[in-house]
């Protein structure tokens, strides 16, 4: 990043802070007037001018103003912005929301994105915490009916996963419960890899389970294997720049399609510390989708225990501060919520 003059980050952080709130060229004069600036504009014009041939700002027209480009908001963000923090009062309503919702995990992940996309005023997901890697517990076998069969497989930390099996002929309850006791006391404790090499130990029915475990816990340990709670969508088409349809229809697909949502996660947010917040700009020269979008990310939870991801999308013209100050913010309420429920 270059080397600014004093004035001249100032001057950036003005033009950025009037575009966020009113998406028009901004000129020398204009800014004068607005901030009571103690600068010519003439002054004023010769910085904005600098600014716009070192890329931070660009002008439209030739006798325009100029505008924040990719380049500008990063600078201001990484730069200028400083440590936010939320008014202790908004913290408080924040907080006594949350509160009211007891543990009740599905209630905090549809009340963390509608505060989200509230104090943003953009497009808001928050995923369900999951184990960082999941530990075989203990499984059962259960006879149904005929070739029909209960797996009922218990994982660390309590979690329970139950699904039918149909095998190729019935298997009386005896044998099912020695291959779940056999499995059982050779899987206690293992993670998914350790478990996927057993099979040289086992017979034809005690692989076929193995196999079905193996699947669960791959399916477990995936960053979106539970619902993502979304909210907000109105306010992103609202704005401006999402009024062509191909705009719009480019940043819903970050939140609607899990298999692009789960590769932006995982490259991103997911080598991150719990808790630090990740700003993206313009999709950051990878993702095509998010070219006239920002998003501000951040993990919750425990590793080792439990962690989800909760982030906020709108356009590049974002109250950043504002934003960044809430997603880190709701992020503490559930990391809170996640040792809450492990000490329960």
């Known amino acids: 990043m270059s080397n600014l003059t004093e004035r001249q980050k100032l001057i950036l952080a003005l ?12 000129g020398s004069t204009h800014l004068v007037q607005r901030f009571n600036l103690d600068y010519s504009s003439a002054t004023v014009r010769n910085d904005l001018q600098a600014l716009t041939e070192l890329g931070y700002l660009r002008q439209p027209h030739t006798s325009a103003g100029r505008v924040p480009t990719e380049e500008g908001y990063r600078y201001f963000v990484r730069q200028l912005m400083g440590h936010t923090e939320l008014p202790v009062a908004t913290k408080r309503t924040i907080a006594h929301q949350f509160y009211q919702a007891g543990h009740d995990v599905d209630r905090w992940m549809r009340l963390a994105a509608s505060v989200l996309a509230h104090h943003s005023q953009a497009a808001s997901l928050v995923t369900a915490p999951h184990a960082d890697e999941a530990l075989f517990k203990h499984l059962e076998l259960i006879a149904t009916h005929g070739r029909q069969v209960l797996m009922v497989m218990v994982l660390s930390g309590g979690d329970v996963r139950q699904q039918m099996l149909s095998l190729a002929e019935p298997v009386p309850q005896e044998q099912l419960s020695a291959a779940a006791a056999k499995i059982t006391a050779l899987c206690q404790g293992l993670p998914l890899d350790s478990i996927a090499s057993l099979s040289t130990q086992l017979d034809a029915l005690e692989k076929d389970v193995v196999r079905l475990v193996v699947e669960d816990l ?4 995936e960053i979106l294997g539970g619902e993502v709670y979304r909210d907000g969508l109105a306010h992103v088409l609202s704005e401006p720049e999402f009024s062509e349809v191909d705009s719009a229809r480019k940043a819903l697909r970050i939140l609607e ?10 490259r991103t ?18 993702w095509e989708e998010l070219r006239d979008c920002s998003m501000v990310l951040a993990r919750y939870g425990v590793p080792g225990l439990a962690t989800g991801t909760l982030g906020v999308l709108g356009p590049i013209r974002m109250a950043y501060g504002q934003t960044i100050s809430t997603v880190r913010y709701v992020a503490g309420l559930l990391s809170d919520l996640v040792v809450d429920l492990h000490a329960e």
């Open 15 to 26: 033009v950025i802070r009037d575009y966020i709130e009113n998406p028009q060229p901004i």
């Open 218 to 221: 791959r399916r477990s340990r």
């Open 257 to 266: 399609e899990r298999s692009l949502l789960e590769d932006l996660l995982n």
């Open 269 to 286: 947010i997911m080598n991150d510390a719990v808790g630090g917040v990740q700003v993206l700009i313009g999709g950051e020269g990878t």
